[in-house]
């Protein structure tokens, strides 16, 4: 089922995204208090939903597609119609699509243009479709065929499609995915490596039966009301464009230590000490639980942690925030193994 959105007459016409550091560090605090307030505001509608919001939160400032894994009926299309709400998007900023094997390119891309197939050139009618919208939610993405994957992997790797053969930019910024289960065929493994963070959205029943009743309920009422109270106006999408566009400044620039010596923004943001137990708890998962995790995946892994730690603590990166490392489970095994055992290891169990 989709949504399909009207598309804009004109989809150049976007919010600047060239700010400079100058610029950006005047607000920089400005910005991270207000996306704390966006995550912690959103989290009030949610029954023990605030770890997934936090990491939704961080992936769409990094940028980076994050998956949501769980049975149906445990929120994680609601997490994402909310997120999307209390953004304020656009209209023609949103797609949502829900894929099957049967899903055809046309559906996700947009049609062939029949005026321009006449005059033989293979155009796409785009807008509307995921090409233009700048937040998009791929339902059960594992049982797309291999049309779509070839498409998704284009797209998420390298922010374009083809056109005529000729490769087009894509609007795409913050990219959240869903699937009940993670299917273990070979041929998914490189769309897999692609979402660096897979978070399991569990039921919450058994621990808080009687406030998943209660908020059910009121979710029901503001459905048929037309009522979206988590539409705060607390953040926006521009807002999360703009601390990505910091950090990524910050990322590339070079510090000078007291004695005047280059440093990288490693060196400055990611304490030795802090460092080293990265580097420790990637080796023990590599080598005694066999995580495949891939050189792409470790420098994607750096991102978001700095992310994390700007965002919740506007500083270094802490043993705190290697806590992501629970979710980078390519299986239902990995999965599990690895919320259960990333905690021990840095000693936040």
């Known amino acids: 089922m989709a949504v399909r959105t009207p598309a804009s007459n004109d989809i150049t016409a976007d919010s600047r995204e060239d700010w400079t550091l100058e610029e950006l560090q005047e607000e920089a605090e400005v910005l991270r208090k207000r996306i704390d307030r966006f995550r912690l505001s959103l989290g009030r509608f949610f029954v023990h939903k605030q770890e997934l919001i936090d990491l939704m939160v961080v992936a769409a400032v990094a940028q980076e597609p994050l998956l949501l894994v769980g049975p149906p009926g445990t929120a994680k299309s609601d997490l994402v119609l909310k997120f999307k709400d209390a953004l304020g998007l656009r209209e023609d900023d949103y797609f949502e699509y829900m894929l099957t094997r049967f899903t055809e390119p046309s559906e996700i891309i947009g049609p062939i243009d029949i005026g321009q197939l006449r005059e033989g050139r293979y155009i796409r009618r785009e807008q509307g479709k995921l090409p233009t919208a700048r937040v998009a939610f791929?339902?059960?993405?594992?049982?797309?065929?291999?049309?779509?994957?070839?498409?998704?992997?284009?797209?998420?790797?390298?922010?374009?499609?083809?056109?005529?053969?000729?490769?087009?930019?894509?609007?795409?910024?913050?990219?959240?995915?869903?699937?009940?289960?993670?299917?273990?065929?070979?041929?998914?493994?490189?769309?897999?490596?692609?979402?660096?963070?897979?978070?399991?959205?569990?039921?919450?029943q058994e621990q808080h039966f009687a406030e998943l009743i209660d908020a059910g309920i009121e979710g029901e009422v503001r459905k048929v009301l037309h009522q979206k109270p988590w539409a705060e106006g607390h953040c926006s999408l521009e807002d999360l464009l703009k601390a990505n566009r910091y950090l990524t400044h910050l990322f590339a620039r070079k510090h000078r230590d007291g004695r005047g010596q280059e440093q990288s923004d490693r060196e400055v943001f990611f304490p030795t000490e802090v460092f080293d137990e990265f580097r420790r708890l990637v080796k023990t998962l590599t080598g005694e639980d066999k995580v495949f995790i891939s050189d792409r995946k470790l420098v994607k892994l750096y991102k978001l942690f700095r992310v994390r730690a700007w965002l919740f603590h506007g500083g270094t990166v802490t043993r705190d925030d290697l806590r992501l490392l629970a979710y980078l489970g390519e299986s239902p095994r990995e999965i599990d193994l690895l919320r259960h055992k990333v905690p021990l290891l840095l000693g936040l169990a």
């Open 138 to 204: 791929l339902d059960e993405i594992f049982k797309s065929n291999s049309a779509i994957l070839n498409i998704l992997l284009t797209i998420i790797n390298e922010r374009k499609f083809y056109q005529d053969g000729v490769p087009q930019p894509v609007r795409l910024r913050v990219l959240f995915a869903a699937a009940n289960e993670i299917p273990e065929q070979n041929e998914l493994a490189a769309l897999k490596d692609r979402f660096c963070l897979k978070a399991e959205s569990q039921s919450v």
